[in-house]
């Protein structure tokens, strides 16, 4: 297993505004884990992205939004090839006002 990892300042006209982390990790199993996270004046964002590490192929997503009192997550998950499985939960004020769930089918040509 091997990480990597990286962390950035922002800037916005010379004023340092946030931090964005990120870090890459390489699993035994195949699998890589892409971390990020922003941290800034408005709010934090964090983002999972699990690729298979044989086709490099996305296995899953997922990424949480918070500003103040709302917060937003969604799941997506690839199910079989040509199909997505998204989730969406929205809070407001630590309670769940919104759930939605829903599939999507596509078709994808390699050449």
Do not use: W
Not at 39 to 63: D, K, Q
Not at 93 to 98: A, I, P
């Amino acid at each position: 297993m091997r990480n990597v990892s990286y962390n950035y300042i922002i800037y916005n006209q010379g004023h340092k505004i946030g931090e964005q982390f990120i870090n890459l990790k390489f699993q035994n199993d195949q699998r890589i884990f892409f971390d990020s996270k922003i941290e800034t004046l408005l709010g934090i964002e964090e983002t999972r992205l699990i690729i298979n590490g044989n086709n490099y192929l996305p296995l899953s997503a997922h990424t949480k939004k918070e500003y103040g009192q709302d917060k937003k997550i969604i799941n997506i998950t690839y199910t079989t090839p040509g199909k997505i499985l998204v989730e969406e939960n929205y809070y407001k004020e630590k309670c769940l006002c919104l759930q939605v769930r829903y599939m999507i089918s596509f078709r994808s040509y390699f050449y």
